[in-house]
């Protein structure tokens, strides 16, 4: 059965600081990743893609990290803001049909 | 270029009424995606529209239908409403040359509240 894991489910850390998000899939077969950034009450929107030869591929302050063989992949965040605080959401799609993790809750705060 | 739009924006319904939820695609993209979001879980996937027919549907009973019209736009119908069907509703839209490659651009939502 095709699964994305996310963790954590939650965080908060001070504006100004990094976090990583992790994300764990068994998708087969794997076609490509994506991290999606979600306010509330909103949709989500694309912040990265990454297929199976990318190891690192950058947004920004956002950096996202790709390990085909162990199936993860994180998502770094850099020097924090206000407007980081929203729902990342990783999407792996297997071809034919997108896998949605639940997604890290990040707050940051003042 | 205009984005995927929603309507309504919020939807308050009580229990065994029906729900009509609209989306209509970025311009010349022919499928159309319905997702549930209930609050504090992931993204399940609904329906799959293309060039006018349901290509696959979700683990969702019957009672959640949709059709997609000529012009690519789309409609979400879920009839005798339950509580639990409560959650925002996100529709995104693909081109089908990407569609393979999962490039689906997602509207705002419509939040259903069902009381």
């Known amino acids: 059965k095709n699964q994305v894991e996310q963790s954590p489910q939650s965080l908060i850390i001070l504006e100004g600081k990094n976090c990583t998000l992790q994300?764990?899939?068994?998708?087969?077969?794997?076609?490509?990743l994506r991290w999606y950034k979600q306010d509330t009450g909103r949709g989500p929107v694309s912040l990265t893609i990454?297929?199976?030869?990318?190891n690192t591929k950058s947004n920004g302050r956002y950096t996202a990290t790709l390990d085909a063989d162990t199936k993860q992949s994180s998502l770094h965040i850099t020097a924090s803001q206000l407007s980081d605080s929203a729902s990342y959401i990783c999407?792996?799609?297997?071809?034919?049909?997108?896998?949605f993790g639940g997604g890290t809750r990040l707050m940051v705060k003042p | 270029e205009a984005g995927v739009t929603q309507s309504p924006t919020h939807l308050i319904k009580t229990r065994g009424q029906q729900a009509t939820l609209r989306c209509s695609p970025i311009?010349?993209?022919?499928?159309v995606y319905w997702y549930q979001q209930a609050l504090g879980l992931g993204l399940q996937f609904l329906l799959w529209?293309?060039?006018?027919?349901?290509?696959n549907r979700g683990n969702f009973p019957p009672r959640f239908s949709g059709r997609q019209f000529p012009n690519y736009s789309s409609e979400l119908n879920v009839n005798a409403l339950e509580l639990e069907d409560s959650a925002l509703y996100l529709c995104?839209?693909?081109?089908?040359?990407?569609?393979?490659?999962?490039?689906?651009?997602f509207g705002p939502g419509t939040r259903l509240t069902v009381t």
């Open positions: 995104a839209s693909s081109l089908e040359k990407v569609r393979r490659w999962g490039e689906q651009y």
């Open positions: 999407v792996v799609n297997a071809g034919n049909m997108l896998t």
């Open positions: 529209y293309d060039e006018g027919e349901e290509r």
């Open positions: 994300c764990n899939y068994t998708v087969s077969p794997f076609s490509n």
């Open positions: 311009s010349g993209h022919t499928s």
């Open positions: 990454m297929t199976f030869s990318e």
